[in-house]
């Protein structure tokens, strides 16, 4: 059984730092890209970076780029999105994600961006 589950979110200042996890498990980690999505209230959830097995990289969203990284380590079937520089606009639930074959989503970390 395919199993994500994401923690690292909380709440945090603008312009602080998060560092959010997914821990897999139920199927062979290093052959699938991971992603990370987001989604704010009332808005459409949206992709923010994915990686692949091998570890290229993409970052998706516009807004974040140059402010997040994504990373894995596939011994331990774990892939990172690092945020820095948090604005409020960045305040979402986050979801991990295996792509792309199946539906496979972890349960989401809320991330809360506030003053």
């Known amino acids: 059984q395919v199993h994500l589950v994401e923690s690292g979110g909380c709440l945090v200042q603008p312009g602080g730092s998060l560092r959010l996890s997914c821990s897999a498990s139920?199927?062979?980690?290093?052959?699938?890209?991971m992603t990370w999505y987001r989604q704010a209230p009332g808005k459409e959830r949206e992709l923010v970076a994915a990686?692949?097995?091998?570890?290229?990289?993409?970052i998706s969203a516009d807004s974040v780029k140059g402010r997040c990284t994504i990373y894995r380590y596939n011994d331990k079937k774990t892939v990172y999105l690092q945020m820095n520089k948090l604005r409020l606009e960045d305040t979402a639930m986050y979801y991990c994600?295996?792509?792309?074959?199946?539906?496979?989503w972890g349960q989401g970390t809320q991330v809360t961006v506030s003053s």
């Open positions: 139920g199927f062979t980690f290093s052959n699938y890209v």
């Open positions: 990686i692949t097995g091998t570890g290229i990289s993409t």
């Open positions: 994600r295996r792509s792309y074959i199946g539906n496979y």
